[in-house]
């Protein structure tokens, strides 16, 4: 076996990071509150709300401080979205934040958008596969944004188009929209190009993975508050459900995959805060888990309210559906784990298997 | 949140290479070699060996018999250990709770007469609480004790008395009043097994561990061997469980792995199946190509991997249960990626990775069971860390 790394496995919240999740627990219990998410449908946006976050400067804080931000890490960020997640807010955090940061990533020339997006006059979203000419892709984020940056043959380029945008109706009541570069645009601005767009395009699109982790823990976390608030109050032949193990132990296993997907998230977002070239692996695995604990909390919510879980009058059914879309909008989750692999491993030598 | 590399010192680094040197002269291939043969738990030998360093309790002070090693120092000792021996030597662990018991609940005159020698490494321990009528219902036990002027007569059976072959005591819950609620009416003493009417029988598992019936025919010990109040031996083994969350080895920045690998290394078990795993896809098979180019290997290596990363940052007492599930789930799986050859056990020509994978895959299987199921642990998380009112086996343990 080789020499492992000893490395500490500390997951406690300095007092800023405690007094960051507590502020936006009570910021988004407050203001998104479930009535708000419910007439935030089908589209998935509240403008008011976006602007009272923009006020709190959230969209920004990950921005260095001379790009207009406040410096903040990814753990910060995932602090924030884990409780936007929580509560289901409808407002594109994790596509303004991911876009953002690339942006700022890449050079001077799109400084008024930055100062535009901390100002709430824009938004912008990441198109999360790379794009073609004559190829639509779903853009999370995208119907209610200003710009989309997005990754086309080798360029790195900020988009706006000519046409407001409309978004599909789809399960998670996000805020979609199609997007082809090869359509009609009132500017295409190139950001970047070549080998360093490619990769700053890559660092996104994993911190908006990352970020979408943490917003599907705190998804995961409210189906899982949820059930359990059930399981005690719902009472069948004689006794709460919750006696039941039948109940109990599903909702055992939920609150052992999301701790672990919380954590998972931090330390991902800590070691790309701090040791980004020991990240990407510790990423993925935090997506794909997330994926799978928001998608397993959700379900086994919706089987603990038997049927009223599965009318649209119980709230699980809102957790249900966006835990599902957050989870395929960049992709096959499993189509991670080539990526997982791929870092831990290195590449495929296909030319070695090819012999066979 | 802190995951940074640790910082070691330059004595911590010769420390840590005393310890590697201790291991590679005390813990030889041919000992680990007999105890996959035998599956003993424990290696005699070694025991004595760490005993006379004071690395049985390395955290200890030296007057009680350890090293007084600061928390890393300490948690080095156990994780390079785990590192060599992956899931064998179960019972290295638990012997710090009984010990840990011995020194809340036994009187001056017991812990003077029985710790300085587990501390040397000589004396061993089990732990005595199942019976063939009483497993998950751990308080069901049949196994008489009565008391006779200053000492008591043991009169019952016990099963799975993990190690008992090679212990010198176990630790065992025997009714004293038969009258009493089933909680109320037990007592907990540390029997010595060389007593006369004490029988010791292997069982065998699928695991490859051995474990034990033990047999009390009218065993009489003194007053002195009881743990705690008569009447007060649930309390005992209830408490017994509690301590195993503070165990005397330190934890400081190792806290991950050691505490874990306390778990009978479970932890530890996962690693070395992911590492095999790994050693057999990288090796070239005889056409040059390798399994780690393909993409079905390639997704389950990466599922594993997943598991034992999740399992390492997934909080106190859910990290058993899901561990445990992530085994069994895992080493099957890896197992079919292997293939054909998977079938083949350790010892057996062309057994992949030196049968590890086919071993683990048996292994696993105990690791929900032993040390009470995952589905008893699942009812104590729903009722105290979810609040869900109480299922009927858990309310059945407290009244
Ligand atoms: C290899 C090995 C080593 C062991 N070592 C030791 C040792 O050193 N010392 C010792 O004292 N014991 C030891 N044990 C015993 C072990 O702790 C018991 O086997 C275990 O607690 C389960 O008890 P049981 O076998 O009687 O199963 P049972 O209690 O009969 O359980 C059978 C099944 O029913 C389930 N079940 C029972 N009650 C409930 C409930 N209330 N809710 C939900 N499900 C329930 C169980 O989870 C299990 O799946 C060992 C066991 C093994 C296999």
Same mark, same amino acid.
């Given at each position: ?52 976050? !923009? ?38 955090? !994790? ?22 997006? #901390? ?19 779903? !853009? ?72 979408? #982790?943490? @917003? ?38 939920? #609150?052992?995959?999301? +701790? =672990? ?38 379900? !086994?919510?919706?089987? @603990?309210?038997? =049927? ?40 495929? +030598? ?7 | 949140?802190?995951? *940074? ?132 219902? *751990? ?161 389950? $290596? ?31 799986? $890896? $197992? ?64």
């Amino acid at each position: 076996m080789a020499d492992a790394e000893l490395r500490n496995n500390d997951f406690s919240l300095s007092d800023d990071q405690e007094t960051l999740r507590a502020t936006f627990a009570s910021f988004f219990e407050r203001e998104s509150p479930i009535d708000r998410v419910r007439s935030a449908e089908p589209l998935g946006f509240d403008e008011k709300l976006w602007q009272q976050l !923009v006020s709190t400067g959230v969209p920004t804080m990950g921005l260095p401080p001379d790009r207009g931000g406040d410096g903040a890490g990814l753990v910060e960020l995932a602090l924030v979205a884990e409780q936007a997640g929580y509560r289901l807010a409808p407002v594109p955090l !994790v596509p303004v934040v991911t876009a953002a940061r690339l942006l700022a990533r890449c050079g001077n020339a799109t400084t008024e958008w930055l100062a535009a997006i #901390a100002a709430g006059t824009r938004r912008v979203a990441l198109a999360v596969h790379p794009a073609r000419a004559g190829e639509a892709q779903l !853009v999370p984020g995208g119907a209610v944004a200003d710009g989309i940056v997005g990754f086309v043959e080798n360029h790195l380029v900020l988009a706006t188009r000519s046409e407001p945008a409309s978004g599909p109706r789809n399960i998670g009541s996000e805020p979609l929209t199609w997007w082809d570069p090869g359509d009609p645009h009132e500017s295409l601005l190139e950001v970047a190009s070549g080998a360093p767009a490619r990769a700053s395009f890559d660092d996104a699109c994993r911190e908006w993975r990352l970020l979408s #982790a943490a @917003t599907l823990v705190g998804m995961a976390q409210a189906a899982l508050d949820l059930a359990v608030q059930y399981a005690k109050d719902r009472v069948a032949f004689g006794v709460p459900i919750g006696t039941f193990q039948a109940i109990a132990h599903p909702l055992v296993d939920v #609150a052992g995959a999301v +701790q =672990g997907a919380r954590h998972l998230a931090w330390k991902a977002a800590w070691l790309a805060d701090h040791e980004p070239e020991q990240a990407p692996a510790e990423m993925e695995m935090a997506y794909l888990h997330s994926c799978r604990a928001a998608q397993q909390a959700t379900a !086994v919510g919706i089987h @603990t309210q038997g =049927g009223f879980g599965f009318t649209l009058e119980s709230d699980m059914q809102l957790y249900f559906r966006r835990a599902k879309s957050a989870a395929l909008l960049a992709g096959d989750p499993r189509a991670r784990l080539a990526a997982i692999a791929d870092h831990l491993y290195g590449p495929a +030598q296909p030319e070695l298997t090819g012999q066979r | 949140m802190d995951f *940074a590399p640790l910082e070691l010192s330059a004595d911590t680094h010769a420390f840590w290479d005393e310890v590697r040197a201790f291991y590679s002269e005390h813990l030889t291939e041919e000992m680990l070699e007999k105890e996959h043969r035998e599956g003993n738990g424990f290696i005699p030998s070694l025991q004595l060996a760490m005993g006379a360093r004071g690395w049985v309790f390395p955290g200890f002070p030296v007057e009680e018999g350890g090293a007084g090693l600061d928390p890393l120092r300490a948690s080095l000792v156990e994780y390079e250990m785990h590192r060599r021996v992956g899931p064998l030597l179960p019972l290295f662990g638990p012997i710090h709770l009984v010990a840990a018991t011995v020194r809340v609940f036994g009187s001056d005159e017991l812990k003077a007469h029985v710790l300085p020698g587990v501390a040397r490494g000589e004396v061993l321990m089990a732990f005595g609480y199942t019976e063939p009528d009483a497993g998950s219902d *751990a308080a069901a036990v049949k196994t008489r004790a009565v008391r006779d002027g200053s000492e008591w007569v043991i009169t019952g059976q016990k099963m799975f008395t993990t190690g008992a072959q090679l212990c010198q005591y176990s630790m065992v819950t025997a009714r004293t009043d038969p009258d009493a609620p089933k909680h109320r009416g037990l007592t907990m003493f540390l029997v010595p097994l060389d007593a006369e009417g004490v029988e010791v029988r292997g069982i065998e598992t699928l695991g490859g561990e051995r474990t034990n019936f033990v047999f009390y025919d009218g065993v009489r010990i003194s007053d002195m061997y009881r743990l705690g109040d008569v009447g007060a031996g649930w309390q005992v083994a209830s408490s017994s469980f509690a301590v195993e969350h503070h165990m005397p080895n330190g934890t400081g920045g190792l806290e991950p792995i050691v505490p874990r690998l306390n778990e009978f290394g479970w932890y530890g078990v996962l690693g070395a199946l992911v590492d095999a795993a790994v050693e057999w896809a990288h090796a070239p098979r005889s056409d040059g190509s390798r399994p780690i180019d393909e993409p079905r290997v390639r997704d389950r $290596l990466a599922e594993a991997a997943l598991d034992r990363e999740l399992m390492s940052v997934t909080p106190g007492p859910y990290v058993r249960v899901s561990t445990s599930a992530a085994l069994i789930r895992d080493a099957a799986d $890896l $197992l079919d990626m292997v293939g054909p050859t998977g079938v083949l056990p350790r010892g057996e020509e062309g057994a992949p990775v030196g049968g590890t994978l086919e071993w683990i895959h048996r292994f696993a299987q105990g690791t929900s069971i032993y040390g009470g199921t995952t589905d008893i642990q699942r009812n104590l998380i729903a009722e105290q860390l979810l609040g869900l009112p109480r299922h009927r086996g858990v309310l059945d343990r407290r009244s």
